[in-house]
């Protein structure tokens, strides 16, 4: 009995390495014909498209109850940012932006509290996108940190009108820098290492 039960331990383990590999290939943009070719190769047993769909709807439903969670502790420092990734998106690969809320909870450990794609980062999206997380319990927020992107201090506003925003150091450096001869970028970037506390203290958008 304890052998058998080894055995069938070792083969679920490989069946659900083979399932986290399909669906990998499928969120980086494989066609689900390109997929089945591939396990026809590997395993001379074509894989239908009915599989491939069934295995990704069980990856959406997870991802969907992520996205979905309530947030039942308190975060005092929210960090907020846009990202661009490349995506297959109708057959054609193009730039589609995540917006991600990252924060800092009640016991000082780091975690990412919501993700949303959407095709560009402005106003409308953010929006959207905070209006969720306040839905979904976001409490606790003594200070957001973010960029200076299109429409994001004006959503602040409206969304959590109370709490205390300021500009990512982070993000500064990088639109310093970008101005900056490429003869002084050392000098200017050593200058702001001694200054970043100053900043941190005082600055606020």
Known sequence: ????TVIIERYRRRESSV???LVEMHLVGVSTRRIKDITSLLWEAKLSAGTV???????YEQIEAWQNRPLERSYPYVFLDGVY???????QYRNVAVLVAMAVNERGEPEVIGASEDMKEDMVSWLSFLRHLKERGLKGMQL?????????????IEIFPMVRIQRCIVHFYRNVISVVPRGKMKDVAAMLRKTKWLLWSSWKM
């Open 1 to 4: 009995m304890t052998f058998e």
């Open 19 to 21: 399932e986290e590999a």
């Open 53 to 59: 769909s069934r295995l990704n709807g069980k990856v």
């Open 85 to 91: 990734l490349k995506r297959n998106w109708g057959g």
């Open 144 to 156: 957001f940190i973010g960029d200076q992107c299109l429409g994001l201090i004006e959503v602040f």
